[in-house]
């Protein structure tokens, strides 16, 4: 037989412990008022921090992003959005003369999070908050209700596409040349007060009006245009691919019936120019894009060696717009090594007296103001530029 197991002696000091519900009373009545006040703090405490890593809150939050130069030509290294060399030109122009390029014209974005589908939480929002180079702002200024992920990146790279276009004619036309245009049935731009704002999307082929097809911009326009301001109407449209009908309201802003779209457009370009680029959506980077063209169409190199970043959406008329996330692009840029910004002139007061040191912001108008600008900082002349400081002070 084996041994029997040794069992440990009783410890004569050692009372016998109380079951369980005995304990727990035994707890409350000698629980003091304050110890049910602390006790119950701790738990809320506890309580409110687990609920703040999980609850999702109505926000997003813009820090700064990746930088790209657009000027890296075939086979002559330059830096990558993270730092990795990268010998693949960004814009390309094929059919006509081009010249070589200098120093670097940086396209900027933002890191952004809370986008449909990536929601952040109060606890990281908090964090955010305490964050000088972040900005938390509410979701609905990026994102219309109930977008899902899906068609916020459609939506993105239908802005990018959209971008891509507007900067090749602007840069075209800031040339001299002429790029004959077809306005077609597609979306480019609904206006956000109109009230097929998040109804209709940016890539949308409008097919029909009430039931009845129509073939051409011209068409669509003569449909909406029948009906009454507020009037319901059904349309028919192509999204990615697939037939779908939406319905929505017309309004007259400024007397005439409209849907509030901004058409799409198809140019009949005389040479290639090409824009390639696949990791960064929205239209920010048209006046970059459109620079870019320029440059690369015109004899000298326009940045003289330096080093310019910039942002801006663009019209095809040249005008540069606002965007979102400026100071968050600066700090990228400046990070990146660019010693000259390019923004939206509207937008100046948003970074004047805040760009970090370094870093001169200038801002402009136009497509023409910003080859301007650039073609003075390349020369020498940047004392001669408008800097958002003097802008925004009158």
């Not at 908090?126 to 972040?134: F, G, P, S």
């Not at 929505?248 to 779209?261: E, I, M």
Request: one cysteine or more; a negative charge.
């Amino acid at each position: 037989m084996p041994p029997a197991t040794p069992q440990p002696a009783p410890d004569p000091g050692a009372g016998h412990e109380p079951p369980p519900r005995a304990a727990a009373a035994a707890g409350r009545e000698a629980l003091s008022p304050r110890g049910v006040l602390l006790t119950a703090s701790a738990f809320c405490a506890v309580a409110l921090v687990a609920l703040a890593g999980v609850l999702d809150v109505p926000y997003v939050s813009l820090g700064p992003g990746p930088v790209r130069d657009v000027l890296t030509a075939p086979g002559e290294p330059g830096e990558g959005a993270a730092g990795a060399r990268d010998a693949r030109a960004l814009v390309e122009v094929s059919g006509a003369p081009t010249y070589p390029t200098e120093g670097r014209l940086d396209l900027t974005t933002v890191s952004l999070r809370g986008g449909p589908g990536l929601e952040v939480s109060l606890a990281e929002v908090l964090l955010d908050w305490r964050d000088e180079d972040v900005s938390v702002v509410p979701r609905e200024l990026y994102y219309a209700p109930r977008t899902t992920q899906e068609e916020a990146d459609a939506q993105s790279a239908a802005e990018m596409t959209g971008s891509q276009e507007n900067a090749k004619v602007a840069a075209l036309t800031e040339l001299g040349v002429q790029v004959p245009a077809t306005t077609t049935r597609r979306v480019q731009q609904v206006d956000a007060e109109a009230p097929a704002a998040g109804v209709l999307r940016a890539g949308d082929e409008i097919t029909a009006v009430d039931g009845t097809p129509v073939g051409t911009f011209e068409a669509l326009r003569a449909a909406v245009g029948a009906l009454p301001a507020g009037a319901q109407v059904r349309l028919g449209i192509q999204r990615g691919g697939e037939a779908r009908e939406v319905t929505t309201r017309t309004y007259a802003p400024q007397g005439a019936t409209l849907l509030g779209v901004v058409p799409d457009v198809d140019y009949d370009f005389p040479f290639e120019v090409d824009i390639a680029i696949d990791d960064v959506g929205g239209p920010s980077a048209g006046t970059v894009f459109a620079l870019a063209v320029v440059d690369l169409l015109t004899p000298g190199a326009m940045t003289g060696g330096e080093h310019v970043a910039g942002t801006g959406a663009i019209a095809v008329d040249g005008t540069v717009q606002p965007i979102g996330g400026l100071r968050q692009k600066v700090i990228g840029a400046r990070r990146a090594g660019a010693r000259w910004f390019l923004a939206p002139a509207q937008e100046c007061g948003e970074v004047a007296g805040t760009a970090p040191a370094g870093i001169t912001v200038v801002g402009v108008a136009t497509l023409h103001d910003a080859r301007e600008a650039v073609e003075d900082i390349g020369a020498g002349r940047g004392a001669r530029v408008r800097t958002c400081e003097q802008l925004a002070a009158g």
